[in-house]
């Protein structure tokens, strides 16, 4: 079955915008996590959205913010963008239930922001 | 390819030669465990997990060791491979969070030589 996908792959911007990046999930799965990477601080959780809802957030300013389709497929939004939101941003879909191993997470490619 | 981390540790081995990989995690609730491995320009992808009430867990090649009492974990690879060479990261999470919150740690860079 296909992957977790993400577009665009590699973005660049410029301080003070904003910008958007999609995750389509794997075809039946109905958690979207949302990770970000950067070299100082590794992995870090976002948040995660479950049908539609945001379900758990993790410790970001309110500039980062997400959402869920009906569909399940995710956005997350960047607004007024600094320099230390360079990163790569990861997403990973689930099943969502909490049953840990059963719960799964498989991670997209990833999105390439810099930020300029 | 995508540099995931500059400053992590590294483990350079020999083909052939075991690799243990070690990680420290810091929750005492977390009771799910993951090991992950994450090649360059690739999402990181699944390789072990271990719940908290086992100590030891083995799958093909690898092995999960899990400690609670110094929350501690280790991934050992048997016979390792040029093709094994990626960064390896622990994640924990909990009930607590739905298991659907990872918090990794910084990652371990293995480089394997022919």
């Known amino acids: 079955k296909a992957g977790v996908t993400q577009t665009p792959r590699y973005l660049i911007k410029t301080r003070g915008q904003q910008v958007t990046l999609s995750c389509s999930p794997i075809?039946?799965?109905?958690?979207v996590s949302w990770y970000q990477q950067t070299p100082g601080q590794g992995l870090q959780f976002l948040f995660e959205?479950?049908?539609?809802?945001?379900?758990n957030k993790g410790n970001f300013p309110g500039r980062f913010s997400g959402r869920q389709f009906s569909n399940s497929r995710s956005e997350m939004n960047v607004s007024t963008l600094e320099l230390g939101d360079s990163a790569l941003y990861l997403c990973?879909?689930?099943?969502?239930?909490?049953?840990?191993?059963?719960?799964?997470?498989?991670f997209g490619p990833g999105t390439r922001l810099t930020v300029l | 390819g995508e540099s995931v981390g500059l400053h992590l540790p590294t483990l350079s081995v020999q083909e052939g030669d075991n690799s243990i990989i070690n990680c420290a995690y810091s929750?005492?609730?977390?009771?799910?465990f993951i090991w992950y491995k994450q090649e360059s320009g690739k999402g990181p992808q699944f390789i072990i997990d271990?719940?908290?009430?086992?100590d030891k867990r083995q799958g093909q090649r690898v092995t999960v060791l899990l400690n609670k009492t110094v929350k501690h974990l280790s991934l050992q690879i048997a016979a390792t491979q040029p093709g094994d060479s990626a960064v390896y990261f622990c994640?924990?999470?909990?009930?607590?969070?739905?298991?659907?919150?990872?918090?990794f740690g910084k990652g371990t860079m293995l480089l394997v030589s022919p």
């Open positions: 990973a879909s689930s099943f969502g239930r909490a049953s840990g191993r059963g719960n799964e997470q498989f």
């Open positions: 075809s039946g799965h109905r958690s």
């Open positions: 959205y479950f049908s539609e809802t945001q379900r």
């Open positions: 929750n005492s609730a977390s009771d799910y």
């Open positions: 271990i719940r908290s009430n086992m």
């Open positions: 994640a924990e999470t909990s009930f607590y969070s739905g298991y659907s919150t990872l918090t």
